[in-house]
Nanobody, 122 residues
């Protein structure tokens, strides 16, 4: 099993910055993709950003040029630096990791964190 622990959410004023981190632990053999999703009240969960094992990144159009995703592979950690935050960025942010385990090295599955609240408000 893989466990994900998120940190870094909170309340920030419009135009401010926050940094989210997610640490993956457990029986991890190989990680293929790490990413962040978000879900606002009354809306579906949506992809914010993801990064592959070969450092290819993808961002939602709404966060391009404001958010940056990065990883610390040695620590199995994925970070999301969020700048120029807007009220519409308010949501619960979820870490997502696609990985295989030592018990099943060629079977990849998605794991989710518990979510961290980000609120952008004056």
């Amino acid at each position: 099993q893989v466990q994900l622990v998120e940190s870094g959410g909170g309340l920030v004023q419009p135009g401010g910055s926050l940094r989210l981190s997610c640490a993956a632990s457990g029986s991890i053999f190989r990680i293929n993709v790490m990413g962040w999703y978000r879900q606002a009240p009354g809306k579906q969960r949506e992809l914010v950003a993801r990064i592959t094992v070969s450092d290819n990144t993808h961002y939602a159009d709404s966060v391009k040029d404001r958010f940056t995703i990065s990883t610390d592979n040695a620590k199995n950690t994925v970070n999301l630096q969020m700048n120029s935050l807007k009220p519409e960025d308010t949501a619960v942010y979820y870490c997502n990791v696609v990985s295989s385990s030592y018990e099943r090295r060629f079977e990849f599955r998605a794991y989710w964190g518990q979510g961290t609240q980000v609120t952008v408000s004056s």
